[in-house]
């Protein structure tokens, strides 16, 4: 790759969009995203600053791959204001609301289920592993975003939190394949290593009680983030 073109692209459609954090360009057939040192406007109160929280990234990005290169991004140019990753494909939530065959899309959550348990066997806690943050292109998954810090410290809690994200994200949407979509999700999951991780799953909402009888008592207003959390706790009742 030419190293002096790809900054030379990037920097030029920065100077196109100077107020915008992610940013995308094509080159030599292929697509590369930018991700600049900006803050993205959520949670400001309890972030951290945005110069840490972009080598914050880079860092657990460049120790995660040190395992798993296959399921993280691509960095292929790094300078001080910015970062350029290799595209790896539509996202999980555009993949489930697509027109291929129900079978596919629930092999591709199979597949994500097992990414996770490998990453979490491995000590690598992703964050929030939400649908619109996991890629998928010819056979590989990448899971992206990884500025987030969940604010449990126990490692086996993590892993649990790490996974009832993922699971969250399908009940989310309301999609009429829920069932299958969950079962393909945990069994991937379940069958590389997670069995401990999904019976700590179920012992930390069982020590939330009150957030599950908050979400039951408000289920009959249908909001999308509260119903999901509901669901969760029906799942594992």
Do not use: C
Not at 54 to 71: D, Q, V
Not at 196 to 203: F, K, M, Q, S
Request: zero cysteines.
């Amino acid at each position: 790759m030419d190293e002096y073109k790809t900054q030379r692209l990037a920097e030029a459609v920065i100077r196109e969009n100077p107020s915008r954090r992610i940013l995308d360009f094509a080159m030599d057939g292929e697509k590369y995203w930018i991700k600049r040192k900006l803050g993205n406007g959520r949670n400001q109160l309890v972030k951290y600053s945005v110069e840490k929280e972009f080598y914050y990234e880079i860092a657990r990005i460049t120790i995660a791959g040190e395992k798993h290169p296959e399921l993280v991004p691509k960095i292929v140019l790094l300078e001080p204001t910015y970062m350029v990753t290799l595209d790896g494909g539509p996202t999980l939530k555009n993949i489930l609301t697509s027109k291929r065959r129900e079978e596919e899309k629930e092999e591709i959550l199979e597949q994500t289920g097992a990414a996770l348990a490998a990453l979490h066997r491995d000590d690598i806690i992703h964050g929030r592993p939400a649908l619109r943050d996991i890629t998928f292109r010819d056979g590989k998954l990448t899971f992206l975003d990884w500025e987030n810090r969940l604010y449990v410290k126990d490692r086996k809690e993590q892993k649990a939190v790490d996974f009832l994200l993922l699971l969250q994200g399908i009940y989310r949407e309301n999609f009429d394949e829920e069932k299958g979509r969950i079962d393909a999700l945990e069994r991937g999951y379940f069958e590389n290593g997670g069995k401990e991780t999904i019976e700590e799953a179920r012992h930390f909402l069982a020590r939330h009680p009150v957030v599950g009888s908050l979400t039951h008592f408000l289920s009959p207003f249908r909001m999308k983030d509260i119903e999901s959390v509901r669901k969760l706790y029906d799942h594992f009742a």
